[in-house]
């Protein structure tokens, strides 16, 4: 007989699976106050350690607020919230044989998706709004701690354009991410080279061709990449 060792549960993560619950089924609405820490004790007969272990795990899930000398509350985990708990990993993912390229790859296929959603669904305002954020970015050829800036959003406008929290969240995130290959790319000349890729992406996505603005986009993307890897690559 093979003897199979089956692993106990933690009192704490049966309190926090319990609250989980109530909380996904409405049971425990946006903003009410959990009960006090001592009546969470007598509800499910544990000790303090596994009620405040359990409120732990729940606010790092973003499902509570907790505040020292107040009853925890229930709280909505936001896009925004979610990317930013992944980007600890991320930054270790990045550092790691190959990261660079993968998280490249992944602005790539994401981008080129905002580029040709853009040219497909921009409303006039959306497309006024692409061409601000162009003209902002060709102002700024020559400054390059301001470029960088307007190079952002430019591109942030296009996540905009989705309707989507998710997607801003997303490019923030990949912004941030890499933040370093953005500047190691931006040296001087190269602003001006960036800002002529943002004017065939605008006039893609105003000419509502998506096949011209993922053309754009991924010219644009690909150059960056391989800028990026010359520059990077050990002397």
Known sequence: M?????????????????L?????????????????ERELMRQFGVGRPSIREALLHLSKMGLVEVKSGERARVTRPTPQFVIDA????????????????????????????????????????????LKEALELNRQSIGDLARFERTDVDFHYVLAVITRNRIFTAIHAALAEWLLEQRRT?????????????????????AARDPDASEAAMRSHLDYVAKRYLQLARPK
């Open 20 to 36: 989980e619950r109530m909380i996904r089924k409405g049971e425990l609405a946006e903003a009410d106050r959990l009960p006090s």
């Open 185 to 205: 790319t931006l040296a001087k000349g190269e602003d001006r080279k960036a800002y002529q890729a943002h004017r065939e992406i605008f006039e893609a996505v």
């Open 86 to 129: 992944l980007s600890g990993p991320a930054r270790h993912m990045i550092s790691a044989p190959g990261g660079i390229h993968d998280f490249q790859s992944a602005r790539l296929f994401f981008e080129i998706g905002l580029a040709r959603n853009a040219a497909v669904h921009a409303t006039p305002e959306d497309i006024e709004n």
């Open 2 to 18: 093979i003897g199979v060792q089956i692993k106990q549960r933690k009192l704490s993560d049966e309190v926090a699976e319990h």
